[in-house]
């Protein structure tokens, strides 16, 4: 049974910086592009982030570019999304997902799995 399960998320001030960790289970994730997606209230799901498998690279939003940095741990089948210098509209429930396809995916619906989603809030 394949789990991806995230932690980290949180209250932090505007200019902070928060770890989020997806951790993978019943998949390897070196086989599998995850992406990190989010949603705030009201609004639609949105991409944020995306590693390739087999080291096929990386893809930003453009909100976050520069900012934000995605990353595999193989060892430990764990992906992370480092985020510094955090604004109000980065708030949101952040979710991170695996695909099949090797190309590196903004595209919700083309991600199989995902986790239950850890909350982010940004305090002005």
């Known amino acids: 049974q394949v789990q991806l399960v995230e932690s980290g998320g949180g209250l932090v001030q505007t200019g902070g910086s928060l770890m989020l960790s997806c951790a993978a289970s019943?998949?390897?994730?070196?086989?599998?592009?995850i992406g990190w997606f989010r949603q705030a209230p009201g609004k639609e799901r949105e991409f944020v982030a995306v590693i390739g498998w087999r080291g096929t690279g990386t893809d930003y939003v453009d909100s976050v570019k520069g900012r934000f940095t995605i990353s595999r741990d193989n060892a430990k089948n764990t992906v992370y999304l480092q985020m510094n210098s955090l604004k109000p509209e980065d708030t949101a429930v952040y979710y991170c997902a695996a695909t099949t396809l090797g190309s590196l995916i903004r595209v919700g619906t083309m991600y199989v799995y995902w986790g239950q989603g850890t909350q982010v809030t940004v305090s002005s």
């Open positions: 019943g998949l390897t994730i070196y086989n599998y592009g």
